[in-house]
């Protein structure tokens, strides 16, 4: 069992960035886990971001924030990161990291149904 507590999200105009934390607690160590952050927005489903291995070595995003966002770890702290720069409104959405007990050193996991743990999620809006 792992428990993850975002936080970090909030108001922001475009061209503004944020960085999101979420911070992971639980039974199993924390480089145990490969990672995940998704997005949904009001009326639509939940989508993928971002993923990141447990070594924090393998990252993948999703087309629409390649070369925008960053995804990273410090497994030191047990907190996976989003940085997140040059918003756009479209990326208004509640923002959920997720966690999936992985044996395998290198995966990474693009698909919901991959992840077993989930965040409350934090908002992030941004104005036009």
């Known amino acids: 069992q792992v428990q993850l507590v975002e936080s970090g999200g909030g108001l922001v105009q475009a061209g503004g960035s944020l960085r999101l934390s979420c911070a992971a607690s639980g039974e199993r160590t924390f480089s145990s886990y490969a990672m995940g952050w998704f997005r949904q927005a009001p009326g639509k489903e939940r989508e993928f971001v971002a993923t990141?291995?447990?070594?924090?070595?393998?990252?993948f995003y999703v087309d629409a924030v390649k070369g925008r966002f960053t995804v990273s770890r410090d497994n030191a702290k047990n907190t996976v990161y989003l940085q997140m720069n040059s918003l756009k409104p479209e990326d208004t959405a509640v923002y959920y990291c997720?966690?999936?007990?992985?044996?395998?050193?290198?995966?990474?996991?693009?698909?919901?149904?991959?992840?077993?743990?989930w965040g409350q999620g934090t908002q992030v809006t941004v104005s036009s």
């Open positions: 997720a966690a999936t007990h992985d044996r395998s050193l290198n995966n990474y996991y693009i698909h919901v149904g991959s992840y077993n743990y």
């Open positions: 990141i291995n447990r070594s924090g070595i393998r990252t």
